[in-house]
């Protein structure tokens, strides 16, 4: 899936051809050309240490529970969808709502800092320091 592929390359693994399929140069090189590692990997830790490892939805903090980091930095608008690695294109969500958003494709709204379900669930950014709504 395109969101573990991205979140891959953020963190520094190894993607194997054999994992992406037949277009895996292709879709590889759009990867890595797109995301700007090292910047995104800056992004990452800036993001984690701004919020304390805790998810900006529901303020699960794993730090505290587990002594360890375990929210994602996911791309708001997803990096295969044209979307960047710049803060304000980045949130830091649970496992469990980082899963949500990509399996309901929910839609951010920046104009109330929340994410949109196609059910009628809306989930708002509970904890927020960097991103501004317009």
Same mark, same amino acid.
């Given at each position: 899936?395109e969101? !573990?592929?991205?979140? /891959?390359?953020?963190?520094? +693994?190894?993607? #194997?051809?054999?994992e992406?399929?037949p277009?895996?140069?292709? /879709?590889?090189?759009?990867?890595? %050309?797109t $995301?700007?590692?090292?910047?995104s990997r800056?992004?990452? #830790?800036? =993001?984690?240490?701004?919020? &304390?490892?805790?998810?900006?939805?529901?303020?699960? &903090?794993?730090?505290?529970?587990? &002594?360890? &980091?375990?929210c994602? *930095?996911?791309?708001?608008i997803?990096?295969s969808r044209?979307? !960047? +690695?710049?803060? @304000? @294109?980045?949130?830091?969500?649970?496992? +469990?709502h980082?899963?949500?958003?990509h399996? %309901?494709?929910? *839609?951010?709204?920046? +104009?109330?800092? !929340?994410? /949109?379900?196609? @059910?009628?669930?809306? !989930?708002? $950014?509970?904890?927020?320091?960097? =991103?501004?709504?317009?």
């Open positions: 899936p969101d !573990e592929l991205e979140a /891959r390359v953020v963190y520094g +693994s190894e993607i #194997k051809a054999d992406i399929g277009d895996a140069p292709a /879709r590889t090189r759009y990867l890595y %050309d $995301l700007g590692t090292p910047r800056r992004n990452v #830790k800036q =993001l984690v240490e701004m919020y &304390d490892g805790k998810c900006q939805i529901c303020g699960y &903090d794993p730090r505290r529970r587990y &002594d360890g &980091d375990v994602h *930095v996911h791309h708001i997803w990096i044209g979307g !960047e +690695s710049q803060l @304000n @294109n980045l949130c830091l969500v649970c496992p +469990s980082h899963a949500a958003i399996m %309901d494709d929910a *839609v951010f709204d920046y +104009s109330g800092l !929340e994410y /949109r379900f196609t @059910n009628g669930l809306v !989930e708002p $950014l509970t904890i927020n320091r960097h =991103l501004v709504a317009i």
